[in-house]
């Protein structure tokens, strides 16, 4: 395990390791309907309402939602805007957009390095505010979900500054890799404020009891994180995934998202039948991308084919 896998590790095992003030009670027998009685994140907010009607309009058309992930910046402003657009264009139900950081914990090799080489090429938190601008301009029907670390968007306050251009930009969710529904409650209500929803994840080692509590606080959808590590394209999906879906999808109130290590269309498939509401690819496309990055056709035929696989 290299140290940057520890550090994920730690991440993941935050959010899933029951503490004394977030350990929830026993679920009741009817878990869904309670969650949806004494949900208190940002499920209600302007932002959660528009990624939830996009899961109702893959779901009305008897597929699962597809999320597509692109760099902000990466190779540089203008290709990552063609980029995100040929992913819509390609089949996008949701874009999640990833906000260059020095640090990614949870991105493994392929995110790596295009964030690095986003920051080398002078991306900034401004200038990706500006990019998912640009998105939702061009492209309004698509909720954006900003992906980002807690040190960008909250650092030594509460998020509202951050949040607030976030949302006058256009996005209508954030998912906070590194912050825990623990330490979440003050951005939450800095979110609710904005009307943003605040994405949480669940890991494999979520406890049954954690994952309840994560899901009854994630807004918009909850991220299921379908293996323990960091991100990147694998060759397979574990065969646990499919209990951990069927477990969350009990759990939560709002759609279950499954990403991490989803890179082909047999991945979706196998998502799909398990019962994953949205399925999210990232270093996929990245690497679709090509060695400079440039590669947008090529970025636009894989999110096709992923689209063409969410078919139940």
Known sequence: MTAGTRRVAAVTHGAAVPTPTG?????PPDRRAAVASDFSGTNATPGARRIAAAFGRAAAQGRAALIPYVVAGYPDRETSLAAALAAVDAGADLLEVGLPYSD????????Q?????????????AGSVEL???????????????????NQIVGGGD??????RLAEAGASGVIVADLTPDEGTRFEAVAREVGLAVVYLIAPTTSPARRADVARRSGGFLYCVSLVGVTG???SLPPSVRGLVAAAKADSAVPVAVGFGVSRPAHVKMLVRAGADGVIVASALVDALGPDGRDTAALGRLVAQLRAATRR
């Open 23 to 27: 350990t929830a009670a026993p679920a």
């Open 104 to 111: 990614p914990l949870a991105d493994g090799a392929t995110l």
């Open 113 to 125: 390095r295009a964030t690095s080489a986003a920051l080398r090429a002078g991306a900034t938190l």
């Open 132 to 150: 998912i601008r640009a998105i939702a301009a061009a492209r309004p029907k698509v909720p954006l979900v900003p992906m980002c670390y807690a």
């Open 159 to 164: 998020g509202r500054a951050v949040a607030t």
């Open 233 to 235: 394209a694998r060759a």
